[in-house]
T-cell receptor, first 116, second 113 residues
Framework: SQTIHQWPATLVQPVGSPLSLECTVE??????LYWYRQAAGRGLQLLFY??????ISSEVPQNLSASRPQDRQFILSSKKLLLSDSGFYLC???????????????FGAGTRLSVL | AQSVTQPDIHITVSEGASLELRCNYS??????LFWYVQSPGQGLQLLLK??????LVQGIKGFEAEFKRSQSSFNLRKPSVHWSDAAEYFC???????????FGSGTRLLVRP
């Protein structure tokens, strides 16, 4: 069966420091991958998605970037964190194979980022 | 552009009572519709999905949802709520030509003992 892993679960970083959050998927190949941010008490904001290695689509201009160095690995990065980058970051995947399956997203447990 | 509205930010029900969470969408064609649940500090878990066919769909944990095209709605229901159902619920819409889902802002369910 497929599983998705995100780490770390919690992160406290000072303003201006770099960021690297990692997400990996097991048990499938060529998944679609997604990064979301969820601010406190808010819905989900799609940040990036990827349909293949090296293919990244950005949804919102911001201080963050994403990379997909391997088929099942998705990394969210920042060179210098801002206070406004605080939030709950969620990685998700979907199956690229079929018309319906590509719309079903499965989420990781999330990373709570606090920028101080 | 697609949009999803969950008009209730919070809902409180007593344990054992029935539940209905509202979801309205805006989309020209037949949408793909989803309900997810999120426990505090956790990721989202898929409860149920609708692509086509029978407009009443069954999900996990005793939940069901009904697609009503005329009302552009996909409301989530459960006949008897358990304390463990307390969580945040998100409705989402997708489409055939996109890889993306559009999420509503969520409804937080509180369950009274």
């Amino acid at each position: 069966s497929q599983t998705i892993h995100q780490w770390p679960a919690t992160l406290v970083q000072p303003v201006g420091s770099p960021l690297s959050l990692e997400c990996t998927v097991e048990g499938t190949s060529n998944p679609n991958l997604y990064w979301y941010r969820q601010a406190a008490g808010r819905g989900l904001q799609l940040l990036f998605y990827s349909v293949g290695i090296g293919q990244i689509s950005s949804e919102v201009p911001q201080n963050l970037s994403a990379s997909r160095p391997q088929d099942r690995q998705f990394i969210l990065s920042s060179k210098k964190l801002l206070l406004s980058d605080s939030g709950f970051y969620l990685c998700a995947w979907s199956n690229s194979g079929s018309r319906f399956a590509k719309n079903i997203q499965y989420f990781g447990a999330g990373t709570r980022l606090s920028v101080l | 552009a697609q949009s999803v509205t969950q008009p209730d930010i919070h809902i409180t029900v007593s344990e054992g009572a029935s539940l209905e969470l509202r979801c309205n969408y805006s989309y020209g064609a037949t949408p793909y519709l989803f309900w997810y649940v999120q426990s505090p500090g956790q990721g989202l878990q898929l409860l149920l999905k609708y692509f086509s066919g029978d407009t009443l769909v069954q999900g996990i944990k005793g939940f069901e949802a009904e697609f009503k095209r005329s009302q552009s709605s996909f409301n989530l229901r459960k006949p008897s709520v358990h304390w463990s159902d307390a969580a945040e619920y998100f409705c989402a819409v997708g489409e055939d030509s996109s890889y993306k889902l559009i999420f509503g802002s969520g409804t937080r369910l509180l369950v009274r003992p």
